[in-house]
């Protein structure tokens, strides 16, 4: 089969061209910008890419045209499309249909957390010798790249609520029909495509429409939004989770680092497996929770699953270290909403004591964008001793107003390269320096490492 895949290089659709080329699919597709890393994926596995949309690449007569959600009506490749008659479907359907189908679906849900759940749980499930299959929508240090067909029986999936095609306005999930399920949380996001959190537990309640009965709900018991989905019609037997509220869930944790580096798995109240590994924050703990009551469901049992978390070496761009220069370390983290802003903060906290933290943040995201969340963002960054915020262009709401609420401790940048550059100016040994933005910052990392290291030199 010919498969050609439109907005082939997000994260999602760059993971179903490379299970649709493991399968043995002819696969070529089309993006508005075909860059690195993902468009060296894809050639690497033989992959034929196209830059932009232009109608004329429908001319190669694929089988099926598999459309990212990026795509929109009035996009002339699009209207080509719906007036050639060529089969054409969404990434999440041709997933279910192509590769879930027969397979035990473990799926991770929630606004937070998906991507590291969903990448510890593939890796407990390979750690144990299940060899399973997976699609992550981030690069799992454990493993290579961010999807793979697997040979056995199970198919770990990170199942986003955002919506998929433009011509099914439900979310991803819902496709998936998962046998087992984690719920991580449910806070409001995706502005552009929910108006409230209602709508979003809606499709929440879609999915559990979809678990059948002999599989298994985890659940965060700390999470009352979720057990309002759960309220509204629940068909599978559930296990809880959560380090907050410990005393009403099934798997709990005694922390034996305060940072989160170290604890014991609790189950049912009695000891499970002992975890000590890279990650800090609460925030992992309870994915690490939710990952292995999941892999418990596909018999892997806590003490093994906490032994191959003490392997578990993240995901690329949470709290990632990018480089320390004279004693300066600077991250890169995808947190962009206040939830996980204030958990990423307080991770590194708990990880570096009394040293100064400088919060950089991007307000990127569609929601961010919005100004949905600017009544929260001070608070989320009230741990940090220094804050800076970038300002965009597009920016259509007063970010200034939210500095000035934190006080002389908070500012804004309008450039990345005099934010780089005053950055690194104040900067002394010591600092830690957590830059936060769900796109690239313009390079801002590299950019101030760079900096950091002439005046390092001079």
């Given at each position: 089969?010919?498969?050609?895949?439109?907005?082939?290089?997000?994260?999602?659709?760059?993971?179903?061209?490379?299970?649709?080329?493991?399968?043995?699919?002819?696969?070529?597709?089309?993006?508005?910008?075909?860059?690195?890393?993902?468009?060296?994926?894809?050639?690497?596995?033989?992959?034929?890419?196209?830059?932009?949309?232009?109608?004329?690449?429908?001319?190669?007569?694929?089988?099926?045209?598999?459309?990212?959600?990026?795509?929109?009506?009035?996009?002339?490749?699009?209207?080509?499309?719906?007036?050639?008659?060529?089969?054409y479907t969404s990434g999440p359907q041709w997933l279910a249909e192509h590769i879930l189908q027969g397979r035990w679906t473990l799926a991770v849900a929630g606004t937070h957390g998906k991507t590291t759940t969903t990448s510890m749980l593939a890796?407990?499930?390979?750690?144990?010798?299940?060899?399973?299959?997976?699609?992550?929508?981030?690069?799992?240090?454990?493993?290579?790249?961010?999807?793979?067909?697997?040979?056995?029986?199970?198919?770990?999936?990170?199942?986003?609520?955002?919506?998929?095609?433009?011509?099914?306005?439900?979310?991803?999930?819902?496709?998936?029909?998962?046998?087992?399920?984690?719920?991580?949380?449910?806070?409001?996001?995706?502005?552009?495509?929910?108006?409230?959190?209602?709508?979003?537990?809606?499709?929440?309640?879609?999915?559990?429409?979809?678990?059948?009965?002999?599989?298994?709900?985890?659940?965060?018991?700390?999470?009352?939004?979720?057990?309002?989905?759960?309220?509204?019609?629940?068909?599978?037997?559930?296990?809880?989770?959560?380090?907050?509220?410990?005393?009403?869930?099934?798997?709990?944790?005694?922390?034996?680092?305060?940072?989160?580096?170290?604890?014991?798995?609790?189950?049912?109240?009695?000891?499970?497996?002992?975890?000590?590994?890279?990650?800090?924050?609460?925030?992992?703990?309870?994915?690490?929770?939710?990952?292995m009551a999941a892999a418990r469901q596909a018999g892997v049992e806590p003490a093994t699953a906490a032994a191959a978390l003490g392997e578990f070496r993240g995901v690329r761009r949470r709290m990632e270290v990018r480089g320390t220069v004279g004693?300066?370390?600077?991250?890169?983290?995808?947190?962009?909403?206040?939830?996980?802003?204030?958990?990423?903060?307080?991770?590194?906290?708990?990880?570096?004591?009394?040293?100064?933290?400088?919060?950089?943040?991007?307000?990127?995201?569609?929601?961010?964008?919005?100004?949905?969340?600017?009544?929260?963002?001070?608070?989320?960054?009230?741990?940090?001793?220094?804050?800076?915020?970038?300002?965009?262009?597009?920016?259509?709401?007063?970010?200034?107003?939210?500095?000035?609420?934190?006080?002389?401790?908070?500012?804004?940048?309008?450039?990345?390269?005099?934010?780089?550059?005053?950055?690194?100016?104040?900067?002394?040994?010591?600092?830690?320096?957590?830059?936060?933005?769900?796109?690239?910052?313009?390079?801002?990392?590299?950019?101030?490492?760079?900096?950091?290291?002439?005046?390092?030199?001079?």
């Open positions: 089969m010919h498969v050609h895949i439109l907005g082939i290089c997000g994260t999602f659709m760059g993971g179903i061209a490379a299970l649709a080329k493991a399968a043995g699919h002819r696969v070529t597709g089309s993006d508005r910008a075909v860059y690195p890393p993902m468009s060296t994926q894809l050639a690497a596995l033989g992959v034929d890419l196209i830059e932009g949309y232009d109608p004329a690449q429908l001319d190669l007569d694929p089988d099926v045209v598999v459309v990212g959600n990026v795509m929109s009506r009035g996009n002339p490749l699009v209207e080509r499309l719906l007036d050639s008659g060529l089969p890796w407990i499930l390979e750690h144990a010798g299940l060899d399973p299959g997976f699609l992550v929508g981030g690069v799992p240090g454990n493993f290579e790249h961010s999807a793979r067909l697997g040979g056995g029986r199970h198919f770990v999936v990170e199942a986003d609520e955002y919506d998929t095609a433009f011509f099914d306005k439900r979310a991803k999930f819902v496709h998936y029909r998962p046998r087992t399920v984690v719920l991580n949380n449910l806070e409001y996001d995706h502005a552009d495509i929910y108006p409230d959190v209602a709508a979003i537990q809606h499709q929440f309640h879609l999915l559990m429409r979809t678990v059948p009965g002999g599989g298994r709900v985890i659940v965060n018991a700390a999470e009352p939004r979720l057990a309002e989905v759960l309220a509204m019609g629940c068909w599978t037997p559930r296990e809880s989770f959560s380090v907050a509220g410990a005393d009403a869930a099934d798997w709990s944790a005694r922390l034996d680092a305060q940072d989160g580096s170290a604890f014991t798995v609790l189950l049912d109240g009695r000891e499970a497996g002992t975890v000590t590994w890279p990650l800090v924050g609460l925030h992992n703990v309870d994915n690490a929770l939710a990952a004693g300066i370390t600077v991250y890169d983290d995808f947190a962009h909403h206040p939830t996980a802003i204030r958990t990423t903060i307080d991770g590194l906290r708990r990880r570096v004591g009394a040293a100064r933290i400088i919060a950089v943040l991007e307000p990127r995201s569609n929601t961010m964008k919005r100004g949905v969340h600017r009544d929260e963002l001070a608070h989320s960054l009230a741990v940090a001793d220094r804050v800076w915020f970038y300002r965009p262009a597009d920016l259509g709401w007063d970010l200034g107003a939210v500095a000035a609420s934190i006080g002389p401790r908070a500012g804004v940048a309008d450039d990345v390269g005099r934010l780089a550059g005053t950055l690194a100016a104040e900067l002394q040994a010591g600092d830690h320096v957590l830059i936060m933005s769900n796109g690239s910052f313009d390079g801002l990392h590299e950019r101030l490492l760079a900096a950091l290291r002439a005046r390092h030199t001079a």
